[in-house]
């Protein structure tokens, strides 16, 4: 946790996390519905926007005239000042985005990279993320997201495993924050998508939900009450490697066999095919058995978390490379199949397609989503290290 300046100071930092989040929800709004949301008083309100005024975190409209009064000037917030970076590492490349507090991505870049050595990645992503923003020297970097495929571990900064990258137990964070003197979030691909339907979709405030990415890799990402269950070490949401049955042959990349990733990625069906003697490659018009078999482990499996977690609403989320009909729609099916229970109605799901820029932009809400939020606890903290803004 970060260290606390004092009472006063912290009280200060929660009570603009609460304004903050008000406009957020509300945008634009006038300063009573502020005093409503928050109760907070209208001296202490009228103190905290000036504030956030003054700092480019919140920005007045123009003056529209309510039915009856004097014109009165909506806060909404800030576009220019104040900006997250978002990255997005594979094993070709880093992709970057600058987003701003509403969430408007105003910048990309893409990066290639080198080598998958941590070390390599880090000077790359660092170059990314400072030709990214060498268009917007005015404004401030809150902090970068990152979000790397696999398990991670983002209380320790740590990228636990990873299949794509190669790695195990690499300390990214430290690495990375060391590099650019800005504050670094870790987060895996998946939970970066999450993170982003959460600030952004407030029909899903407090809801349980279910994420799951289908591409290269699998993932999973639970939504407990409306914040992100990590489990032990960041194990959570461990879909990609739970186990669909003993066969033996079919390695996965963690060290065990028979894992749903050996089966239903993008990454297991390319070696499915040279298990078969068949030519591995785009997916793009291909309906074999290969592709019928990853739909039926991926629908079930989805099907199976469900029951166990009971969410109301489930997102999977293919990337482009795995958009086919013949495994998007089969999926559907087995989920819609497997699940059937009695009279119990199937949770809501909802099939997404999702490219680098999501995955990026997710990461760069993980970092925005702390500016909202009174309480940080489940991640890292970046409102009060360096190169922040800190109003008053
Ligand atoms: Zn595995």
């Given amino acids: 946790m970060r260290p606390r300046a004092g009472s006063k100071a912290l009280i200060r930092e929660i009570n603009e996390a609460l304004v ?10 006038a300063r009573a519905k502020i005093v409503a949301e928050t109760g907070l008083s209208p001296a202490t309100v009228t103190g905290i926007t000036a504030r ?74 660092a170059r990314a993320v400072a030709l990214a923003s060498a268009s917007r020297e005015s404004a401030t970097l809150i ?27 690499v300390p990214l964070q430290q690495q990375l924050t060391a590099l650019m003197g800005t504050p670094v979030v870790l987060d895996s691909y998946v939970n970066a998508l999450a993170s982003g339907l959460l600030l952004f979709d407030d029909r899903l405030t407090g809801r349980n939900l279910m994420i799951f990415s289908v591409g290269a890799s699998l993932g999973a990402s639970v939504v407990v009450r409306g914040r992100i269950h990590r489990g032990f070490s960041g194990t959570a949401g461990g879909f990609a490697h739970s186990r669909v049955g003993l066969e033996t042959g079919r390695p996965c990349h963690c060290g065990a066999e028979d894992c749903l990733e050996t089966r239903a990625s993008y990454w297991g069906i390319q070696r499915e095919y040279e298990r078969r003697g068949t030519k591995p490659g785009s997916l793009v018009g291909r309906d074999d058995d290969v592709v019928a078999s990853a739909a039926d482990s991926l629908g079930t499996a989805v099907a199976n978390a469900a029951k166990m977690f009971g969410p109301e609403r489930i997102v999977v989320a ?44 997710g990461a760069a809400y993980t970092v ?23 109003a008053g």
Avoid: C, K
């Fill in 368 to 390: 925005l989503a702390q500016m909202f939020t009174a309480d940080s606890t489940s991640a890292a903290d970046v409102t009060s290290a360096p190169g922040t803004v800190t």
């Fill in 143 to 169: 902090g970068v997201g990152v979000a790397v495929s696999g398990v991670v571990d983002q209380q320790g900064g740590v990228v636990r495993h990873s299949g794509s990258m190669g790695w195990e137990n």
């Fill in 318 to 361: 293919f990337t482009p490379e795995m958009n086919v009909p013949a495994l998007t729609s089969r999926t559907e099916q087995v989920f819609r199949r497997q699940y059937a229970h009695g009279t119990t109605p199937p949770p809501a799901l909802e099939i997404a397609v999702t490219g680098p820029s999501s995955h990026a932009a």
């Fill in 20 to 29: 903050l989040d008000v406009v957020r929800a509300h945008r634009p709004v």
């Fill in 52 to 125: 956030l005024l003054g700092a480019g975190l919140l920005a007045e409209t123009d003056a529209v005239r309510s039915t009856g009064g004097r014109p009165a000037r909506l806060l909404d917030l800030g576009t220019d000042a104040v900006l997250a970076a978002g990255v997005r590492v594979s094993d070709t490349d880093a992709y970057v985005v600058l987003v701003n507090l509403r969430g408007d991505v105003v910048a990309s870049h893409q990066e290639p990279l080198t080598s998958t050595r941590p070390q390599d990645v880090g000077t790359t992503v």
